[in-house]
């Protein structure tokens, strides 16, 4: 194996540098390197030949002189090679609550722009094989520069939308992946055939930004786990090195990603942290910003400078309604969509975004609308958490005029129908209708409703329908941790179980989750793995279980199967039908040159749906096509322990044919090619804790 340090020089010649770009940026003749710090009155370059190497081959002095403009220090290093890795040191007044100044002096730090970082810790004050200590240092890399830039930035949209939630490192991680580089970007490559066939059009990556895999409690690192999620970013630009087969090549092998997932028609979209980062508070660990510009992008006690403001439960908050926070984060979306060809952005914590810099509530916050206001970022889609922490819930309301919003009270309210909740139908009714309630009055449409019934955070829709309470105990928590209030029913019995009558509600259930998500209006969101009944044994709070508990098991059989071949089919079904994509919301009235209204209610009885009952547990309604000639669905959702026979509506030259049926086993719960299906007339069946869907042609 060759020798890093042979392929360095021992001293390379600085000339004083640009304070643009920041970070450590590739030209023609060498690197500039340029970082913020807003009170340093002196820093230092440090270089490395490589992850590995102990000592730096160089230490560039900056000076006030002649390496600062403004509050920027930069220089640029003649002739360096790409692969060396790099950490800065600042020294002056640097304001630090749990560090003095000279303590923080010697702390080497991580480029917060770096487009590539090692994940390895070092402290060379000690020895190679330090790990966490007070002085232990991240590296940026200097890394190849982008092939090419996303030359045209098309407006994209998510009225077509299916998008599959997944986590890039446990899709293909288990051994039965089969993929050459198991949890890799390039692993997943090998997996787009099973997306295109399973129908997905858009992937939302969990946190695929650099994080900090050892920030998990203590009581779970005792136990050798990680932070698996990724909701712990320390690097916003740089993709995280274990997702990478060559870390230094980092944007080079995500942006090879996203163009093959854009080759087969399928969309990326990135969960991103930006309401907090992985130092955490007071207490937390010193990799950059603390030192930066550590009272300009956390929000500070005014009271007490060593007290961080936690809106997020993860220790700190980012200031994101400060100018410098605002524009860092602008820059560094921009970059993911123009550089690296991202489609999309899902918010976690949202909410955070609308804090001012005392954590106050603001009508008004800036960064929301700046969002909105960035000739790249008004041409993807925005997607909000729409909560926080610290209490607030902006569901229907999140600050801003375009923003999607994972819909927390659709996903509420569906589980507690599809366990057996009474009373709910006209909450669901509005909820399958695309929340027109909390989207239609400020001018937003359908599709800025995401719909889901499960998400990574939380029960798989498996444990969904085969729980009845959370059992985290392998977190090392106690099953402390994780929500408490699932909305979930266990169909008779906690867990495994050989009753042939329970594992039969329990994918009838199943079923009944997918049936009703795909044929909402709205933006239908899948979690990976629920197509194949991923289980994680009750646990509902996986973040740090980076094992088979998590990773996507490529070997299913029986049910598994039969469950895959259901969700496959509801896509395809909801890609058949536009009056299930509908773009505005339903009115009850004609359009598009139908003489029928586009959407009908029922309940047994035809135009007599039960709104005020509080025992109902079944609504039907009919939907007329999107077109004058296309096919109408009549669809029944009856939850009740009982079976019913439920009225028909009738049409002139029209016949209707059940083509969904949650009840029955495979492969009859879903007859793709409607002209082998039954014709009923009048009325039909619809057994207890069942959909049915007729289609009218």
């Known amino acids: 194996m060759p020798d890093p340090e042979a392929n360095v020089q021992r001293s390379y010649r600085t000339r004083p540098g640009s304070r643009f770009p920041l970070g450590a940026a590739v030209v023609p003749g060498g690197v500039n390197f340029c970082t913020f710090c807003r009170r340093a009155t002196r820093v230092e370059l440090l270089l490395y030949a490589s992850e590995e190497s102990v000592e730096p081959f160089q230490i560039i002095a900056l000076t006030s002189e002649a390496n600062r403009t403004y509050r920027f220090w930069h220089v640029f290093v003649e002739g360096l090679p790409l692969g060396c890795c790099y950490t800065w040191c600042a020294f002056g007044p640097l304001g630090v609550p749990q560090m003095d100044d000279e303590a923080a002096s010697r702390k080497e730090l991580l480029d917060p722009q770096a487009r590539a970082v090692s994940d390895r810790f070092y402290d060379r004050r000690q020895s190679a094989d330090a790990r966490v200590t007070e002085y232990a240092s991240l590296r940026g890399i200097v890394t190849e520069p982008l092939e090419r830039p996303v030359d045209d930035i098309a407006v994209r949209t998510l009225d077509d939308a299916i998008i599959y939630e997944l986590h890039v490192g446990g899709f293909t991680r288990h051994a039965s992946s089969g993929v050459r580089h198991p949890g890799t970007f390039a692993g997943l490559i090998e997996k787009i055939p099973y997306l295109k066939a399973l129908g997905i059009t858009h992937v939302e990556l969990l946190p695929v930004m650099a994080f900090d895999e050892q920030d ?47 080759d087969a028609g399928i969309r990326v979209l990135l969960d991103v942290v930006f309401n907090h980062t992985s130092e955490a508070g007071k207490d937390g660990p010193v990799i950059h910003f603390k030192i930066f510009a550590n009272d300009a992008f956390y929000q500070i006690d005014v009271n007490d400078a060593r007290h961080y403001r936690d809106y997020t439960g993860c220790g700190n908050t980012v200031n994101c309604n400060h100018p410098l926070v605002s524009a860092f984060i602008l820059r560094c979306l921009e970059y993911w969509v123009r550089d690296l060809g991202v489609d999309g952005f899902r918010f976690d914590l949202a909410s955070v975004f609308a804090r001012g810099e005392n954590g106050e509530l603001l009508r008004t916050p800036p960064l929301p609308w700046a969002m909105e206001a960035s000739p790249i970022l008004a041409r993807v889609p925005l997607i909000a958490e729409a909560w926080d922490a610290g209490g607030l819930y902006h569901v229907g309301a999140f600050p801003g005029m375009a923003w999607a919003e994972w819909n927390g009270r659709y996903r509420d309210a569906i589980r507690r129908f599809v366990r057996g909740d009474p009373g709910l139908i006209g909450e669901v009714a509005t909820c399958i209708a695309g929340s027109a309630d909390i989207y239609q009055d400020d001018g937003r449409l359908p599709a800025n409703s995401i719909n889901f019934v499960t998400c990574h955070d939380g029960f798989t829709l498996n444990d969904l329908v085969s729980y009845h309470a959370k059992h985290n105990e392998a977190n090392g928590e106690d099953n402390r941790d ?135 547990r079944l609504v039907a309604f009919t939907l007329a096509g999107h077109a004058a000639d296309a096919p109408f669905l009549h669809i029944v959702l009856n939850m009740s322990d009982n079976a019913r026979d439920v009225e028909l509506p009738f049409f002139e030259h029209r016949n209707w044919r059940r083509i969904v049926d949650t009840s029955d086993e495979s492969p009859n719960d879903i007859v793709p090619d409607i002209e082998t299906a039954a014709i009923e007339r009048g009325a039909c069946h619809v057994e207890a804790r069942s959909v049915v869907v007729l289609e009218s042609r």
């Not at 786990?225 to 630009?237: A, D, I, P």
């Not at 508990?549 to 395809?572: C, K, Q, T, Y």
């Open 216 to 262: 998990i409690p203590a009581s779970a690192a005792e136990r050798g786990l990680r932070n698996y999620w990724g909701y712990s970013t320390h690097s916003f630009y740089s993709p995280h090195p274990r997702y990478c087969v060559e870390p230094a090549r980092a944007p080079q092998e995500f942006r090879d990603f996203v163009d093959a997932l854009h």
């Open 482 to 616: 994780g929500s408490n209030d699932n909305l979930s029913w266990n169909c008779g019995a906690e867990g495994e179980t050989d009753d042939p009558a329970i594992i039969g509600m329990r994918l009838r259930q199943a079923r009944n989750c997918i049936a009703i998500l795909l044929l909402s209006q709205g933006v239908p969101m899948l979690l990976a793995g629920d197509e194949i009944l991923r289980s994680q044994r009750g646990n509902n709070n996986a973040f740090c279980q980076d094992d088979a508990l998590s990773w996507m098991d490529w070997r299913p059989s029986g049910d598994a199967l039969a469950m895959l071949r259901f969700v496959r089919e509801m896509i395809a079904l909801r890609k058949r039908h536009a009056s299930l994509r509908r773009r505005r919301f339903l009115t009850g009235r004609p359009g598009n040159g139908q003489t029928h209204p586009d959407v009908a209610w029922h309940g047994e009885r035809l135009h007599a749906p039960a709104w005020h009952d509080p025992g109902a």
